[in-house]
């Protein structure tokens, strides 16, 4: 019975509020799912029911603590709370634009929305804005109306116990809607959230209010129906900054910063050439481009894109999307007009051998994914006449990974030729051919 009681109030199986984790000192506090789902096996769809689980009891109880403070209003004149009033009311109408974008949230992705309908989250957010901003301008209305044409507020007693009815609704609310919103990375529902809770405060004003009416200060009523209304009016600057932040493309500043953090645990990659992030509704995508050796095989080069995704999604919880992409090689590793290189595939080594330009002029480059150790390297070309042109490669700059010849290869780039590699008592020989470019003529420069 304890654990369905906890569990109504968010604090069950779904209400482990998990927190950051720590790598080499440095904090990480995430909020959201961890990649286990209690048992569920689509995480994407008890997210999408627990959102609406979250606005559900939050429309309730807004609902019912409106009714109660409207039924004072009505007797007892209070422009303090007809305000507080107004504004419970827009906050319980703002439960069903979310609940409709959750539930359209759930629509799997089309040929139309390849992406889903997760935007639909935003434009609910435009129109919670909307509601409350509309409740700003009636309650800030019938408060300057009441300061020109004053009236008496009648059953203090009662004023006062329906300003603490708004402020445990609103509270009730704001546990709700906080901890649920974390548990599904939505920021328009944490948002939401302490915005109820503020807006409890502002309950309690109604309270001082009453004092103050009480005290002989009959003014008091409307002064603080004012002060409600501009806290409102800061709450609907603060959610349209959120909100458009959001359907602008904008990410915590800290999110781009993670992912290099991510990048640094996975050995092989040079460095990040590029990270964007964008939010889709309350699921993060991210684009990360990286730089490594290009001499990697294919295979190995996977590998590191795998191992890349796996560290953004164990550091950031509300990753749903990451695509990893390779940076093009530096323009020094190509050539505009050399053979299509030699893929090297042998039990001494892989790699690709192929025609360079470097600032020295053209050489012969072996760029290796897989070698043995003490590996050497020789290229010889067959020429006209049975001559032989050996061109020895030598680590560059001391990186193993990349030998090269000290020599440009003699024109033309167009012959039949052998790769000796050599490792301790292991040799062996890899026959390939080079073909020029279709109608290049062999007008290069030889270092």
């Known amino acids: 019975m304890l654990t369905k009681v906890l569990d109504w109030f968010g604090f069950g199986a779904y209400g482990h509020d998990h927190g950051g984790h720590d790598h080499g000192g440095q904090g990480h506090d995430h909020h959201g799912p961890h990649g286990h789902t209690h048992g569920v096996i689509d995480a994407t769809i008890a997210t999408t029911e627990r959102g609406i689980w979250a606005i559900k009891w939050s429309f309730v109880i807004l609902a019912i603590t409106a009714a109660l403070q409207l039924a004072v209003v009505i007797f007892s004149g209070s422009v303090a709370l ?50 409350i901003l509309a409740s700003a301008l009636v309650a800030g209305y019938e408060a300057i109306d009441r300061l020109l044409n004053p009236q008496p507020v009648r ?122 992030a964008r939010w889709l509704g309350h699921k993060l995508h991210i684009d990360v481009e990286i730089a490594v050796n290009d001499g990697l095989l294919l295979a190995a080069a996977n590998n590191i894109a795998a191992s890349l995704k796996a560290e953004l999604f164990a550091h950031i919880p509300a990753l749903d999307v990451a695509t990893v992409r390779f940076a093009a090689p530096n323009a020094e590793g190509g050539h505009h007009h050399a053979p299509d290189p030699f893929l090297v595939s042998g039990k001494l080594a892989s790699g690709l051998l192929e025609i360079v330009d470097t600032p020295q002029g053209e050489r012969m480059r072996l760029r290796l994914s ?29 990186d193993h990974h990349y030998l090269q010849s000290l020599v440009a290869p003699a024109e033309p780039h167009e012959f039949s030729a052998r790769l000796h590699l050599a490792a301790g008592q292991d040799s062996e020989d890899l026959p390939f051919v080079m073909a020029e470019p279709e109608g290049h003529h062999h007008e290069h420069a030889h270092g």
Do not use: C
């Open 82 to 131: 007809l305000a507080d009033t107004i504004h419970n009311i827009a906050d319980a109408t703002t439960a069903i634009p979310l609940w409709i974008a959750f539930v359209l949230a759930r629509r799997r992705p089309t040929r139309t929305f390849t992406y889903g309908l997760g935007r639909v989250e935003d434009l609910a957010g435009i129109a919670i804005v909307q509601i």
């Open 370 to 398: 897989r070698h043995a150790e003490g590996l050497q390297a020789n290229v010889a070309i067959e020429r006209a006449g049975g001559a032989v042109e050996s061109l020895p490669l030598s680590p560059v700059g001391g």
């Open 155 to 276: 059953f203090l007693g009662w004023l006062a116990a329906a300003g603490i009815i708004g402020f445990l609704g609103n509270e009730a609310v704001a546990v709700f809607r906080i901890r649920v919103g974390r548990q599904i990375n939505s920021a328009a529902l944490i948002a939401d959230g302490y915005h109820a809770r503020t807006d409890g405060l502002t309950s309690l004003a109604v309270v001082a209010g009453a004092v103050g009416v009480r005290l002989g200060y009959p003014l008091a009523d409307p002064i603080i129906g004012l002060i409600i209304t501009v806290a409102i009016f800061g709450i609907v600057w603060q959610s349209a900054r959120s909100v458009l932040t959001r359907m602008l493309d904008g990410v915590e500043p800290g999110l781009v910063d993670e992912v290099h953090h991510a990048a640094a645990h996975v050995a092989g990659i040079d460095r990040v050439v590029d990270a964007k």
